[in-house]
């Protein structure tokens, strides 16, 4: 991409309207939590508009892409709920020509999280939670701990997001286990 601009209209032809106002939200907390923990404030916004770029790409793309790009096999029993993030950084590598290690890492790990993450995966992570049109018990709640204990924030975020999986009878994706182990269990 040559700007934002130039992003901005990529991303907006690959998703819906709704979807696109939901990134544009997303980009704009991230923004605010990368001021707020000192990164970089340009990785912070091409990370979130291209976030959800592959939310929508079809069933047979991600199966073609995990061949094509040697991911693990294992992946293709899921669906685009986690394909979107682990298979969609290739998508947007190769799509959007971003090589970026730390973005791309980013937009993998922003369903799952991950058991290491860079402060600009966590941020992520959490803008997509916390984001301004985002409604559900306790969003004020994490909101604030976002801003006040990004660590503690990245475990509340998957303490909940794990009991809700579980409480609905969900398949918890194992990345997703590695990740409220790491940082959401007391050690
Ligand atoms: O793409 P968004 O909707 O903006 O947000 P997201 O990429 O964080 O996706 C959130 C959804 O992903 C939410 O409905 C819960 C689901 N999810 C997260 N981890 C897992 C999962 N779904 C399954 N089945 N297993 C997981 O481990
Ligand atoms: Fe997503
Ligand atoms: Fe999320
Ligand atoms: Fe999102």
């Not at 976002?146 to 509340?156: K, M, P, Q, T």
Request: aromatic share 10%; hydrophobic share 45%.
């Amino acid at each position: 991409p040559r700007s934002r601009a130039d992003l901005v209209q990529r991303v907006a032809k690959q998703v819906s309207p709704k979807r696109f106002e939901h990134i544009l939200r997303v980009e704009e907390m991230a923004l605010r939590l990368a001021k707020q923990w000192g990164v970089d404030l340009e990785q912070a916004s091409v990370a979130a508009l291209t976030h959800d770029y592959a939310k929508e790409q079809s069933t047979q793309k991600f199966l073609d892409f995990i061949d094509a790009k040697q991911l693990d096999p294992n992946l293709k029993a899921w669906n685009s709920a986690i394909w979107h993030g682990i298979v969609g950084a290739e998508i947007v590598a190769d799509e959007l020509d971003i090589q970026n290690q730390p973005i791309l890492d980013a937009i993998r790990q922003h369903t799952t999280g991950a058991p290491y993450m860079t402060t600009l995966s966590q941020i992520l992570y959490m803008a997509d939670y916390v984001e301004m049109g985002r409604d559900f018990p306790g969003v004020d709640e994490a909101r604030a701990l976002a801003f006040e204990d990004l660590r503690a924030s990245v475990g509340w975020q998957t303490r909940h997001t794990l009991a809700f999986l579980v409480a609905n009878g969900k398949p918890v994706y194992p990345l997703t286990i590695l990740t409220y182990n790491e940082w959401s269990v007391e050690k």
